[in-house]
């Protein structure tokens, strides 16, 4: 009768260690998504804070929720369904996606840089231009976004 006794105390022991290990790696997987998270976050506040320079004070935070919404809109609607449709059938194809956006990106920078070098118009705050500047604003903060 102790034979058995201290099998079942052997086998919880046996679970136990088995518990743990799962506890550490589910710790190491969650540590891995809250790089992954962060990443996201970092590219979100990258984009926002170039769209609310020279935007009155109170206009700040209903831009910013703006871009927001329509971020997670981009990502939760297109972003997410396309990328694990492509990795399942196209897989070949994320490659050539994926440089197609840098291009674009090298596009708007050297289009930054050249007007920076040759100069450019006078541009006028969102707050004298009016709501429609700030709906052209918001569309291109989401615009950028989605690329990244």
């Given at each position: 009768m102790s034979a058995g006794l201290f099998g079942l105390f052997d086998d919880i022991a046996t679970l136990a260690r088995m518990a743990a290990a799962s506890v550490d790696d589910v710790g190491a997987a969650a540590g891995r998504a809250s790089a992954k998270a962060a990443g996201v976050v970092v590219d979100d506040t990258a984009v926002t804070p170039q769209y609310v320079a020279g935007?009155?004070?109170?206009?700040?935070?209903?831009?910013?929720?703006?871009i927001a919404i329509g971020s997670l809109r981009n990502k939760i609607l297109f972003i997410l369904p396309a990328a694990l449709l492509l990795s399942q059938f196209l897989p070949w194809l994320l490659a050539p996606i994926l440089m197609v956006g840098g291009t674009y990106l090298c596009y708007e920078g050297a289009e930054k840089v050249w007007e920076r070098l040759r100069g450019h118009d006078e541009q006028h705050l969102a707050v004298?231009?009016?709501?429609?500047?700030?709906?052209?604003?918001?569309?291109?903060?989401?615009?950028?976004?989605?690329?990244?």
């Open positions: 935007v009155a004070a109170e206009r700040e935070l209903p831009i910013i929720r703006k004298e231009q009016g709501p429609d500047a700030e709906g052209s604003m918001v569309s291109s903060a989401i615009r950028t976004d989605f690329i990244l």
